[in-house]
């Protein structure tokens, strides 16, 4: 890399021959561990092979070339991922359905109450906002100071550990168990 960035064409070509390899075993290995098949491999090497190039002068000829070719490999296979949808989208879009009313135990907004006392107070908010109040998870995001993915994760999780109430049922003994 130092003969390249002195304007050696020949080092150059050598140096991207030689590091392929390489940016192909690390790419797939960090696929299979994602659970991802290969079929994205090349374009991803082909990505951080780019990236190399256009980022090569960032790299401190005074430390090893190794460490700072690993890290843009997996900055771009993380990227790469994240696009390709390796998080998981919580649909929000008729989850007020997945708690249905409990029947039989008196006054509706009582066990409402009780069931959104099992929150935490900033769970609590964003069910109540999205959910009771229709707001967007970007617009609670940005009332809370949260990303919009940490909302939609928040509340996720907030309405599994509602639904774990409700099966508990008002007293704790699983009396809404399915």
Known sequence: MRLALDGDAHAYRTLLGAI???LRNDVRRVLMRAGRGTADLEDIVQETLLAIHLKRATWDRTLPFTPWLNAVSRYKTIDALRRSGLRKEVELDGLEDALPAPEGHGDDALDSRRLLDALDARQREIVEQIMLMGRSASEVGRALGM????VRVALHRAL?????S???GPDGTGTHEN
């Open 20 to 22: 392929t390899p390489h």
């Open 147 to 150: 990303s919009e993915g940490a």
């Open 160 to 164: 599994r550990k509602l639904a774990a």
């Open 166 to 168: 409700f099966r508990a």
